[in-house]
Every structure is written in C-alpha cells, then in structure tokens.
C-alpha cells in the first residue's frame, strides 16, 4: 500500500513517518502543502512538527493549506487519515475532529515516554491491538492538552471514540501523571466515521528496537491491516493505477472506480495496488521485515 | 475610511489557563497579593479600509469567526476606531 506524507512548513516528522513505513515494508510518498494531488495514497499521514510556525494557533494556518482541501475531500469519501501530534491540532483546527489542543498544563514542552491504553481496538488504526493493553510511545509537545465540552466529551465516550488515554505504566489512571493535562487523559481520538484518528503521541518514533520500542508499529500495521483486507476507500486513486496491479481472487470487481465521483461518500474502491520501490523510481530503502501479516514482502521508500 | 481594529481573544472563562496561574503565582511573589486572577490572551490590531464602521465590524467578526479566534476555546473582543488620514 501507498502512504501519502503530507509536509507543510515546518513540519519536522514526515521523514520518521517515512521512515516507520519502510519498517513495515511499503512505500510513501511526500505530499507539499501546496499541492492538492494526493497521489492515489491509501491513508494520509499528517505528521508532527510545527507547521507554519505555529503562528496564531498551532494547526489555525495549514488547515487553509490547498493540500488540506483535497485531504478534507478524502476523509470525507471515507479515506484513511492519521495526525500525528501537530495533525492533530490541523485536524482539529480543520474541523475534521472535535476539540482543541492546548498549552501543557505544565507550560513546558514534553518529549518522554507515554504510556497508552487503548481504549477501542474497532478502528483501523487500531484492530491490531486488543482494547485495554498498554502501549508505550513517546510524545514531543507543548501543546497536547486536549480540551472539549463536558457534551462533546460525553459524546465521545459514548460513541467509543477516544481511541487512547495516557495511563500509568501498569494501565492505571495517568491522574497527576498526566503528560499535558489533557482533559479526560484523552491522547487520541476518532471522528464519527471512525476514518480519521488524531493522536498526540508520535507511533512513528517508536517503530524500531533501537529507538527504544515497537509500539508504534501496531499502527501502522493496523493500518495496512484495515487497508488490505477491506480495500481502501482513496477516492484520489487513478484507473490506471489500480488497473496495472493484479487483483487478488476474491475481492470483487474492481470496475466499481474512475468517473468523476471523487467526492461521493465512502466509495470503495478495492485496492489491490502494488507500489514497489522501483516502479516509484526510488532505489530500495532498508530491507523491511521478514515476515509480515499477510504474507507479503515489499520494500518501499519514500523520497528523500 | 481607514479604520483600526483591535481584537482581544481570550481563552473561555470554562477553559483552564496555565499560562494566566503562572502569571497571577508570578504577582504574588513580587508582592502584588491584591490579584486574584489572571487570564493570558491575544491582541491583535488590523488597519483596514471599509466604507462604514458598520461594515468594518462585520468583516473583523467574519475574520474572527474564520482564523482569528478557536470557537472551541476562545472568545473574542473587536474594538474599532477611525484612522486620520495620512
């Protein structure tokens, strides 16, 4: 599968994002604010960093990036889109999730160990995991408190949205350990359609051994999990690119694709893509994993 | 006409402002134990033409409503006076 990096001014992460999908064996591709094109990407990555200068609010100034058009066009078909840390605060800023991030209780910025429990495993970007186990992934922010209404905070619990809380490393509740403050622990949550997560914490930079821990990884296999066995809905995707790509027994036409609906919603279109290293003109990143869910091996890497 | 427009954003009274106890916890240190809240915000002063004051207002709200302020947790404060012409 394709995963499109989006980089705006500032942003700081989009080479560790780039970096965890050649981890797990697939290819990437970066997407410049100014573009809208999104390049048949099967989930859009909002990484962290400090877009704009976080000039006025953090997030207030990409969210009227042209490439956010395209991005809002995308979720709204249903499209996979993760923010990590500063996408978060574009996503909420952009109206896509609800709430706001805040100045850390503390004032300071924070760049530590979180620990994380997951709260729903029925989100893409979190089948892999079980619901109630503790995963540890850093965060690097001065502006992750989350704060909603008490009725949108209701509503999220309700809906089952909140996809992580900070906690104690035993899976207790965070209470003065709480990195920023956060309103309800909240380090993560999904819109109603369940297709967008905005998360402080950064699951790329816990994506190898030696950056200290693997966590991370369950996301984004999540992801390829959610995107392979579903098909995606990438409403950007061109015939011609789904068309060279063999598809696998059992997954249905794929005619169901093309014509200019981009924006009708939640459109699949199975995607069987394969988009090796070579065929995105890029020389092989690291050798990706030898065995991945799914039994397929690929190597991709992303533009440097 | 050339007016200036000055916009207070303030975090909501509901909203929690660290930065604001920092301060009011700063103040009393030096002394100044009469102050009993503090709240941190944004000031943000715009020069603008506009026909009428009426219609000045109205484009500074739609600014407001549309970058300026965070309805999640900001409120805003518009104050508008006419330029002398250069």
Known sequence: MKFGIAVFPGTWSDRDCARAVEVLGHSSVYLWHRDRDLQGADCVILPGGFSYGDHLRTGAVARFAPLM?????????????????NGFQILCEAHLLPGALTRNASLEFRCETTWLRVETAETPFTRECRAGEVLAIPISHGEGRY???????????????????????????????????????????????????????HPERAAEAVLG????????????????????????????????APAAPG?????????????????????????????????????????????????????? | MRFLAEVVVSLKPVVNDPQGLTVRAGLHQLGFTEVSDVRVGKHISLEMEADTEEGARRRVTEMCEKLLRNPVIEDYAIQLRVLEPR
Do not use: W
């Open chain 1, 251 to 304: 997954r249905g036409p794929i005619s169901d694709r093309g014509g200019p609906g981009r924006r009708a919603p939640a459109r699949r279109v199975m995607k069987e893509t394969v988009h090796n290293a070579a065929a995105d003109g890029q020389g092989g990143g690291g050798p990706g994993p030898a065995g991945e869910p799914g039994g397929r091996r690929r190597r991709g890497a992303a533009p440097r």
């Open chain 1, 147 to 201: 704060v909603a209404d008490p009725e949108t905070l209701d509503r999220l619990d309700a809906e089952r949205r909140v996809a992580f809380r900070y906690v104690r490393p035993d899976g207790s509740p965070a209470g003065d350990a709480s990195p920023n403050g956060s309103m309800r622990d909240i380090a993560g949550i999904v819109n109603e359609t369940r297709n967008v997560l905005g998360m402080m914490p």
């Open chain 1, 69 to 85: 058009d395209s991005v809002q066009e995308f979720a709204a078909a249903g499209g996979l889109v993760i923010g990590i840390c």
């Open chain 1, 213 to 244: 821990g693997e966590d991370g990884m369950r996301l984004f296999r999540s992801i390829l999990g959610s995107v392979e066995e579903a098909g995606t809905f990438a409403p950007t995707v061109t015939p011609a690119a789904v068309g060279s």
